[in-house]
């Protein structure tokens, strides 16, 4: 059996380290092209100096500091859409950017140059993702930061 990355649903060959993508570098979009138009799901994080940011939940702190997790048919559009809403408060409808709209204390503590995305390509996008999102609650008892319950 793989070793399980995360705790949460995943396994390392599905989720190389390498996959992690910072979202406000400048090439960022031109390394996700390649996502362009296909489906999967994503999980956003918040590094500082290249360090996970851990999160309180109600069962245990979650050390990796996930925030969000979301699932798109088409990957490339959905995160430009989270980046755009995270930075410039732009009119697309991300959950991600709505948190930072409504809650300046979420800009502080995890400012959008240190969000991270994490990919993976699944034509079930909605079924991955909420089984990461399930797999989460389990283990933390609720479901990450920026998603709703």
Same mark, same amino acid.
């Given at each position: 059996?793989?070793?399980?990355?995360?705790?949460?649903?995943?396994?390392?060959?599905?989720?190389?380290?390498?996959?992690?993508?910072?979202?406000?570098?400048?090439?960022?979009?031109?390394?996700?092209?390649?996502?362009?138009?296909?489906?999967?799901?994503?999980?956003?994080?918040?590094?500082?100096?290249?360090?996970?940011?851990?999160?309180?939940?109600?069962?245990?702190? %979650?050390?990796?500091? +996930?925030?969000?997790?979301?699932?798109? $048919? /088409?990957? #490339?559009?959905?995160? @430009?859409?989270?980046?755009?809403?995270?930075?410039?408060?732009?009119?697309?409808?991300?959950?991600?950017?709505?948190?930072?709209?409504?809650?300046?204390?979420?800009?502080?503590?995890?400012?959008?140059?240190?969000?991270?995305?994490?990919?993976?390509? %699944?034509?079930?996008? +909605?079924?991955?993702?909420?089984?990461? $999102? /399930?797999? #989460?609650?389990?283990? @933390?008892?609720?479901?990450?930061?920026?998603?709703?319950?």
């Amino acid at each position: 059996m793989a070793k399980r990355l995360f705790n949460f649903g995943l396994d390392k060959k599905d989720l190389p380290e390498s996959e992690f993508v910072k979202l406000l570098n400048p090439h960022v979009f031109g390394d996700l092209v390649k996502f362009s138009g296909h489906p999967g799901a994503y999980k956003v994080f918040s590094f500082k100096n290249g360090v996970y940011k851990p999160i309180r939940r109600a069962y245990a702190i %979650d050390r990796q500091g +996930l925030l969000y997790v979301g699932g798109a $048919k /088409d990957i #490339y559009k959905r995160l @430009y859409e989270c980046l755009w809403m995270s930075i410039y408060n732009s009119p697309h409808r991300h959950p991600v950017g709505q948190h930072y709209r409504r809650f300046s204390q979420a800009k502080k503590l995890f400012p959008p140059d240190s969000l991270y995305v994490c990919i993976i390509p %699944d034509e079930r996008y +909605l079924k991955r993702e909420r089984e990461i $999102k /399930d797999e #989460y609650e389990l283990i @933390y008892g609720e479901y990450p930061f920026m998603n709703k319950n």
